[in-house]
């Protein structure tokens, strides 16, 4: 790999995950639905990814097995569904707050591979796993949520944790399915949802403003496909630490999104379980090891 293809992929991912970040601004900003927001974004993301995947020629005739599109249609609509979780819990709690919860995916992958490929987490991530639950448990605020405020922000915290869940899935399947083009497998997802999602979306509550349809395109064209072709071509120039890396800027855009448009600002003790979250979850992602302090061997 050379310097100028790794400087690329660099700017490609950090530019997938600001874009990434700025997702929350831009469903809340369309003043629809959760059910509305997915399915046009589905919709104008399949149109946009179907004539990419068709300029590059990535549209081949026998790319699915039987087997393989079944996997790709079901981890398609855990994907459809996360977003539909995802985008209801910033309304319900905060972007901020969604978002952090949202990242203890990684947790969420670790226990799926256990259950379903068997494999078996080392002790430092079952470690870090420890330490992301306790800086959820502050994030959740068990002890703070009643009455109705609560209730409803709690909710939405559990949205986001649904949210991850199902992320977690849609990765696990993804992963066996090799030899089919990721920009294809992301085509027939959101096909899937615009069809899945097409009974749900309620087309009495259009926007009326140019600038709500804006922002739905943009949902599309921008955060689907401009944001899915800049990632996996950055996969494909960095290692796998590198991407690991900057998947963080999108947290941090997001938080810090959330805060210059819409004020809201995090508890002190929020702020501590959301930073333990992403310590956390960099220590799974960049396999961070935990080192104790060994004993020094004597002189003889």
């Not at 702020?271 to 979250?277: D, R």
């Amino acid at each position: 790999m050379t310097p100028a293809s790794e400087r690329l992929g660099l700017a490609q991912m950090a530019s997938a995950m600001v874009l990434s970040g700025t997702l929350g601004v831009f469903v809340l900003e369309s003043g629809q639905s959760a059910w509305n927001v997915v399915f046009f974004r589905c919709l104008f993301g399949a149109l946009s990814l179907f004539l990419y995947c068709w300029a590059r020629g990535l549209l081949k005739p026998g790319l699915f097995t039987a087997k393989t599109l079944a996997l790709t249609l079901v981890a398609g609509a855990a994907l459809v569904m996360n977003w539909v979780l995802l985008f209801s819990a910033y309304r319900l709690a905060s972007i901020s707050l969604a978002t952090a919860v949202y990242n203890v995916q990684p947790f969420f992958l670790i226990g799926l591979g256990v259950l379903f490929l068997g494999e078996r987490p080392s002790r430092g991530k079952l470690a870090w796993s420890v330490v992301a639950f306790a800086g959820l448990l502050l994030v959740l605020r068990l002890t703070e949520t009643h009455g109705a405020g609560g209730q409803t922000y709690l909710a939405g915290l559990l949205l986001g944790l649904g949210a991850a869940a199902l992320y977690g899935v849609t990765a696990v399947i993804v992963k066996r399915l090799k030899g089919i083009p990721p920009q294809v497998l992301a085509l027939s997802q959101v096909t899937l949802g615009a069809v899945m999602l097409l009974p749900m979306a309620d087309f009495n509550a259009l926007p009326a403003a140019p600038l709500q349809w804006a922002y739905l395109v943009a949902l599309g064209l921008v955060h689907t496909c401009l944001m899915y072709i800049l990632m996996y071509s950055a996969i494909q120039k960095l290692p796998t630490t590198s991407t690991a890396a900057l998947s963080f800027i999108y947290p941090a855009v997001a938080i810090m999104l959330d805060l210059l448009v819409y004020g809201h600002r995090m508890e002190p003790v929020q702020v501590v379980g959301v930073a333990m979250i992403f310590v956390a979850a960099a220590g799974v992602s960049l396999n961070w090891t935990w080192r104790l302090p060994g004993r020094r061997p004597r002189a003889v």
